[in-house]
């Protein structure tokens, strides 16, 4: 029976998030208009995105969303953080921080009808991977608004896991915080590989999905290092995430023949 309401969930969920997107779009839209004159960082428009994105955790409760540690992210500061990247949940779980700063996505993700009409509206940054004019023209924008005293958010696994499992980070985000000076956030999340992974066609129900922010790392105590700057993140990451599961994990599927739940791995 579960597999069959989780079937019918997904149709019920996917019908609300077009509706619920069509009015928030329009709602960024006419913010936009109203105040692209004084806000130049388009605040105000990604705290409505925020509240967009986090309230579909409100629509399932049984999802039992948390978060841990968002006073490690000053309002008032700037930062660079990054997030494992396991499902497209973990846009929605970073909208709940309620802190601002500005997306690095795929360029595809531009072009999808609402969802892409937003992230233009956000003034987000996009990438098209594999092409090294795009990932230049990307590091440029990142450094445009890090000066500009906004923050910028990174997945850099660069793509979703299919497993579950870490895959290897890139460089860029931990490059540009020893170039600038500005603190790498890490943070983990937990839940949403469960939830809904990579070619999976349909939402898992009942899943606590755990958000974590670490300390900031000093640029200063990597100076040079950067490679070293990615290694500690990943290490650090990687604890807390094994943490989550152990507390947390929750398989996937009916309770008569579960799938294998996969997460984090050492290697």
């Not at 149709?11 to 077009?18: A, S």
């Not at 979703?160 to 490059?175: I, Q, W």
């Amino acid at each position: 029976m579960l597999p069959l309401f989780e079937k019918c969930y997904s149709i019920f969920f996917l019908l609300y998030f077009i509706f619920a997107s069509c009015f928030f779009v329009s709602l960024t839209a006419t913010a936009t208009l109203l105040t692209f004159w004084f806000d130049k960082n388009r605040r105000i428009v990604h705290y409505i995105s925020c509240f967009w994105g986090w309230h579909y955790f409100l629509v399932n409760p049984f999802w039992k969303f948390e978060i841990e540690g968002r006073e490690n992210i000053d309002p008032n500061k700037t930062y660079i953080l990054i997030a494992n990247h396991a499902s497209y949940f973990d846009i929605l779980a970073m909208y709940g921080l309620f802190r601002q700063f500005k997306f690095v996505s795929k360029e595809t993700i531009f072009k999808i009808p609402l969802i892409g009409w937003n992230m233009y509206l956000n003034q987000y940054v996009k990438i098209k991977r594999g092409n090294m004019s795009s990932i230049k023209e990307m590091m440029a924008t990142c450094r445009h608004w890090l000066k500009q005293g906004a923050s910028v958010m990174m997945f850099p696994e660069g793509t979703r896991t299919e497993n579950g499992d870490f895959l290897p980070f890139r460089a860029g985000s931990f490059t540009l915080s020893l170039e600038l000076g500005i603190p790498v956030v890490p943070i983990v999340i937990y839940g949403t590989y469960e939830v809904f992974p990579k070619n999976r066609n349909s939402i898992h129900v009942f899943q606590p999905i755990k958000v974590k922010v670490l300390p900031p790392m000093d640029p200063k105590d990597y100076e040079g290092k950067p490679g070293k700057m990615k290694d500690d993140a990943v290490t650090a990451m990687l604890a807390v995430h094994d943490d989550l599961r152990r507390k947390n994990a929750v398989a996937i599927g009916s309770g008569e023949k579960p799938e294998r739940l996969v997460g984090t791995s050492k290697k």
